[in-house]
C-alpha cells in the first residue's frame, strides 16, 4: 500500500513484478520474432486500420498497468496471486494460439494487411473454425494479461482492443476478398471471424 492505498500486486511485490516484466520481455520477443519470419510484401493496404489497431495495444499494454496504479479503490486485494498467475497462464495460453495461427497460416501472415500472388485459402486447423484465430489469441493473451494486474478495472481495456480488431477485420476481408475471390468467399460463409459459431 501507499498512503494507505493498495496497489497492485506487480507494483508491491518485486516477484511479482520480475515475473510480469519477464512475461511482457517473452511476448515482446515472440511478437518480434514474427515480424522477422513474416516480413511485410511491398503493397500493404492497413488504410487506416494500423493506427487503430496500435491504440487498441497500447489501451490493453499500456493503459491496463496504469489504470490499475491509478486507481487504487478496484485493486484486488483477496486472493491477488491467484488473479496474477492464473492471468498469466491464460495470457500463455493465448500467445500460444496466436503462434500456432501465424505458423499455420505460413508464409501468407504478415502484421499487415495484403495478399500476395498465388495465395492460397488456408481452412485447416484453427482456421477450420475461425478467420482470425491470431486475433483470437491476442484477445485472449490480453485478457490474460490485465487479469494479473490484480485489478478489476483492466480488463475493460480489453474492449477497446476488441473495438479496435472490430474495425480491422472488415477491413482485411475486404482485401482479403479482393485478393483471394470465390474460395475465401466461401470460406466466409462457413467460418466465424474470431469465436467458433459464435462471432
Known amino acids: 500500500m501507499t498512503d494507505g492505498q493498495p496497489l497492485p500486486l506487480f507494483a508491491s511485490n518485486p516477484v511479482a513484478a520480475v515475473i510480469l516484466v519477464v512475461a511482457v520481455v517473452a511476448f515482446l520477443v515472440s511478437e518480434f520474432r514474427i515480424g522477422r519470419t513474416h ?37 484486488l ?8 498467475v492464473g492471468g498469466l497462464a491464460i495470457a ?3 500467445q500460444a494460439m496466436r503462434l500456432r495461427a501465424v505458423h499455420e497460416l505460413g508464409a501468407s501472415f504478415t502484421f499487415r494487411v495484403q495478399t ?26 490480453a485478457l490474460g494479461f490485465t487479469l494479473a494486474c490484480t485489478n478489476w478495472l483492466a480488463p475493460l481495456t480489453v474492449s477497446i482492443l476488441a473495438v479496435a480488431y472490430l474495425v480491422r477485420i472488415p477491413h482485411e476481408e475486404r482485401v482479403l476478398l479482393a485478393g483471394l475471390g470465390e474460395p475465401y468467399r466461401q470460406y466466409m460463409r462457413r467460418t466465424r471471424r474470431i469465436v467458433p459459431f459464435v462471432l
Open 39 to 75: 516480413p511485410d510484401g511491398a503493397h500493404p493496404n492497413d488504410a487506416w486500420t494500423g493506427p487503430v489497431l496500435g491504440v487498441g495495444l497500447a489501451a490493453v499494454y499500456v493503459g491496463g498497468p496504469a489504470v490499475s496504479v491509478l486507481v487504487p479503490a478496484t485493486v
Open 77 to 84: 486485494t483477496t486472493g491477488a496471486w491467484w488473479y496474477f
Open 92 to 94: 500463455v495460453a493465448g
Open 116 to 141: 500476395v500472388p498465388g495465395q492460397a485459402v488456408v481452412d485447416t486447423g484453427l482456421y477450420r473454425y475461425v478467420r482470425h484465430p491470431s486475433y483470437s489469441g491476442a484477445l485472449v493473451c
